[in-house]
């Protein structure tokens, strides 16, 4: 699974693209400034008693100068693999997108239940992982990225560790989204936490929903950051569900349960 890079050609007659796969992009004739989105790959999601993967980095650029009737580099980041079930195994980040100069942070793996799977930092961090305390969520590195990636970039923290503050052990916190941070557990009979929001744009034609976080395990699956619409996977459930990978080309983070980033 990939991501997005959508350059808009800021001249009279406008031109937009979107870039799925590493390629090169090149601006029209007389070009000087091009509008930009670009998202990391999200993180995958914790196996067993797992937490959800962050969102990709999410860099939207206003105007970004370029040179007319030049190619530019883009190199898109994959999804992060899900944490291999059977066993309580740490998500996998994302790999970052770049194009324009810019960087979009692949988003961090969730946490598991293993001792030593502790949430990963990413453009959004993973979830906390469950059945373990303490075990602090991943944090967000897309924001203190230096210039415009970072001054244009947005990414959020997983929800905490829910055995942290005496929650409920066996369910995992949501993995950040651009838009919103990950939710926790937060009773013994809740659903493991949701994904957090991700960012909506319409710079590609259509208005879409990108990057938002996985959902973590609890006793039923639960939903994937939605902002409105889903890019985050939902959780498979505890133990061992079918978890959901993050959408297709719009960085969300794989639900807890074993699931990959995209």
Known sequence: PVNT????????AAKITSVTATSSFTTQPGTQFVQTLIV??????????GAGGGGGGYVADPSTAVCGATAYPIVIGGGGAGGPFPGANLGTTGVDTTGFSLTAKGGGGG?????????????????GRANRSPGASGSEIQTPQPGDSGTYGFGNPGGPNPGATGQATG???????????????TAPASPGGAGGVGKTSSLSGSCLAYAGGGGGSGPTPTTGGASPCGTGGASGGHPGGSAGAGTTNRGGGGGAGAASGA
């Open 5 to 12: 890079v959508v350059p808009t050609n800021c001249v009279a």
């Open 40 to 49: 990391g790959g999200g993180g995958g999601g914790g196996g067993d008693q």
């Open 171 to 185: 369910r995992g916190s949501g993995g950040g989204g651009a838009g919103g941070v990950g939710a926790a557990a």
């Open 111 to 127: 946490g598991s239940g293993n001792p030593c799977g502790v949430a990963r930092d990413g453009g959004s961090g993973g979830g």
